[in-house]
C-alpha cells in the first residue's frame, strides 16, 4: 500500500506563488507516475499536472501551462508542485495521487490519492 500526504497549501493573494508536496510512504513511489490534480467548490476534480516515474516525462493542464511545474524527489520519496502567478481560479483543494503506468489525466485511474490541501487565492 502507498499513503501520500499533502503539505503546503494556504492563502495567498493574486500573483503570488505557493508551493507543495506529496510525501509518500509503505514503499518506494520511484516508478509511479505522480499527478496533481484540484477540485473547487460545485466542479468535478480536474487533472493539473503529471510527471512519470523517471521524471523525465511530464504533462500540464493548459490552464496551468508555464505558471506551475511538477517535480519529484525520488530519494526522498517526494512529489512537488510550485505554482506561481496564481489566479483566482486557481482556488482549490489540490490532490497528489500516483499509479503504475504513463500519466493520464483521467483521475479515475490513479489508484492511491492523498488527502488533499487547500490552496485559496484572494483577488
Known amino acids: 500500500q502507498v499513503q501520500l500526504v499533502e503539505s503546503g497549501g494556504g492563502l495567498v493573494q493574486a500573483g503570488g506563488s505557493l508551493s507543495l508536496s506529496c510525501v509518500a510512504s509503505?514503499?518506494?513511489?520511484?516508478?509511479?507516475?505522480a499527478g496533481w490534480f484540484r477540485q473547487a467548490p460545485g466542479k468535478e476534480r480536474e487533472f493539473v499536472a503529471g510527471?512519470?516515474?523517471?521524471?523525465?516525462?511530464?504533462l500540464y493542464a493548459d490552464s496551468v501551462k508555464g505558471r506551475f511545474t511538477i517535480s519529484r524527489d525520488n530519494a526522498k520519496n517526494t512529489m512537488f508542485l510550485q505554482m506561481n502567478s496564481l489566479k483566482p481560479e486557481d482556488t482549490a483543494v489540490y490532490y497528489c495521487?500516483?499509479?503504475?503506468?504513463?500519466?493520464?489525466?483521467?483521475?479515475?485511474?490513479?489508484?492511491?490519492w492523498g488527502q488533499g490541501a487547500q490552496v485559496t487565492v484572494s483577488s
Open positions: 510527471i512519470t516515474g523517471s521524471g523525465i516525462n511530464v
Open positions: 495521487a500516483a499509479r503504475v503506468g504513463p500519466i493520464t489525466m483521467s483521475s479515475g485511474l490513479y489508484r492511491y
Open positions: 509503505g514503499r518506494s513511489v520511484s516508478s509511479y507516475t
